[in-house]
């Protein structure tokens, strides 16, 4: 996942290297702005943020973070944007390929859509479906009574907060790509570039999995793909 954010954020500071604005969709309070592109010297005037928990919104402080759903239209005119963002925000979303399509017009012409999210067609996955498990990279079901003893639970470490009837979760999957669909889609919606990158291929050890990761992205855990409006 380091390596994954990594990358995400070095082609959005590379986006914004000739101006323009980003849009950062499930900012949360703002973080990719305060860890990465202000170090980077990125005015604060640039970035835009849409976040749909009111509680966390309220701790971006100055910074242009709006409460909204992402899975309603984008409240921006078209071609608002430099570069577009959404980090491990598409899986939580009940119509994440109308967030994409909302992307699209956002983006001005030679804009830089980047997003990041996890991948359903994964060795690990089909191994939990064959033993008859929930896939970690998957849709979750909706039971706290499930939750609490599924794998994802100790797989994750973190206190999962209790939103389980919500429509916005933050941390249940409902729609979960494979990385040739979503590079697919991006295409069909009309990116000129479309660049994929796969992180995490498991079961295979750590050290070999750089390189096993340029040979087969198509199975790796988390991708990150970067289209050229």
């Known amino acids: 996942m380091r390596e994954a954010y990594g990358l995400a954020h070095l082609e959005a500071i590379s986006a914004l290297l000739g101006g323009g604005r980003v849009l950062d969709c499930g900012a949360g309070s703002g973080q990719l702005y305060k860890e990465t592109l202000r170090p980077e010297g990125v005015a604060a005037a640039r970035y835009c943020g849409v976040e749909w928990h ?3 919104v309220a701790q971006a402080g100055d910074l242009d973070v709006r409460q ?11 071609g608002h944007f430099r570069c577009v963002t959404g980090l491990s925000v598409l899986e939580h979303l009940l119509k994440p390929c109308a967030l994409l399509r909302e992307c699209h017009r956002v983006l001005e012409p030679g804009g830089t859509l980047i997003v990041l ?35 994802m639970h100790k797989i994750s470490g973190v206190e999962f907060v209790r939103d389980v009837d919500s429509a916005t979760p933050q941390h249940r999957h409902l729609v979960v790509f494979s990385f040739l669909v979503l590079r ?3 295409r069909m919606l009309g990116f000129r570039s479309v660049r ?11 050290f070999v999995q750089p390189m ?11 991708m990150v793909f970067v289209a050229i409006k």
């Open 54 to 56: 009111a509680e966390t």
């Open 68 to 78: 909204g759903d992402l899975n309603q239209p984008l409240p921006f005119a078209g």
């Open 117 to 151: 999210t996890p991948n359903i067609s994964t060795y690990f996955t089909a191994a939990l479906i064959l033993a008859g498990r929930m896939p970690s990279s998957g849709p979750h079901p909706d039971s706290e009574q499930l939750l609490e003893t599924d794998a």
């Open 184 to 186: 697919r889609y991006l």
């Open 196 to 206: 994929g990158h796969g992180f995490g291929l498991y079961p295979f050890p750590n």
């Open 212 to 222: 096993l990761e340029k040979l087969d992205p198509y199975h790796c855990h988390q």
